[in-house]
């Protein structure tokens, strides 16, 4: 499961005039560490603080075009200005894309960009090889959860505890929310027999999966 050359997602992710998304480069590390302090200061306390650290984007992130490792970041740029980013991570074994981070400047919130991005990802991820897309989300706003509901991710449940936010300057274990959606046909993926369910896990998978 292969990253796809740079034109190709360039192709997949369409973004309204003016506005264009890129991988991740060496020379924009301090320009995204930047941004995302400011406009996602919660990531400094919890599972995604490796994004305001340039040793994280040196090990773990394709750069300048390399596709050797299993994170990406694309930038979104109006011009200059770095206006967004969107960051998945694939999973070869089980053919999965896991969305590490999205996050858009708040003063294009509104355009509608996460929505394109996120659409743009699915193509990029079937492209891919992948089967399977899903994502961890805060509570502390709707935003991303209403765009990932918006593109037919399906909520599984929560984590309780499983992040850590800043919450009145206090940093405290926070529930996430967990969306995923399937990539392939529903004929490809086995329905658990219901005999090997325990009668809580019974219930919870007919009122996720009774369609």
């Known amino acids: 499961m292969n990253w ?14 003016g506005l264009r998304v890129e991988s991740m480069q060496g020379a924009h590390i301090e320009a995204v560490i930047t941004a995302l302090r400011s406009w996602y200061p919660d990531v400094a306390y919890g599972a995604n603080s490796g ?6 984007y ?3 992130v ?4 390399a596709a050797d ?15 967004g980013l969107w960051s998945p991570e694939r999973e070869v074994d089980s053919l999965a894309l896991y969305a590490h981070v999205g996050v858009i400047a708040p003063h294009h919130a509104r355009a509608g960009l996460m929505r394109q991005v996120t659409a743009g990802m ?10 399977f897309m899903y994502a961890m989300v805060t509570l502390k706003h709707p935003y991303m959860a209403q765009a990932l509901e918006h593109a037919g991710y399906r909520l599984l449940g929560f984590f ?3 992040d850590r936010e ?5 940093v405290k274990r926070v529930y996430q929310a967990v969306y995923a959606k399937l990539l392939v046909a529903e004929d490809r993926v086995l329905r658990p027999d219901p005999k090997n369910l325990t009668p809580g896990a019974r219930a919870l998978f007919e009122l996720l999966f009774s369609d």
């Open 4 to 17: 796809l050359p740079h034109d190709r997602f360039q192709a997949l992710i369409p973004l309204p005039p």
């Open 122 to 131: 699915e193509d990029v991820a079937r492209e891919m090889g992948a089967a």
């Open 51 to 56: 994004y305001l650290r340039e040793a994280f």
């Open 160 to 162: 309780p505890g499983y």
């Open 69 to 83: 490792k299993d994170i990406q970041v694309f930038t979104i740029w109006a011009g200059d200005e770095l206006v």
């Open 166 to 170: 800043l919450v009145a300057g206090v």
């Open 58 to 60: 040196r090990q773990r």
């Open 62 to 65: 394709c750069l300048d075009g």
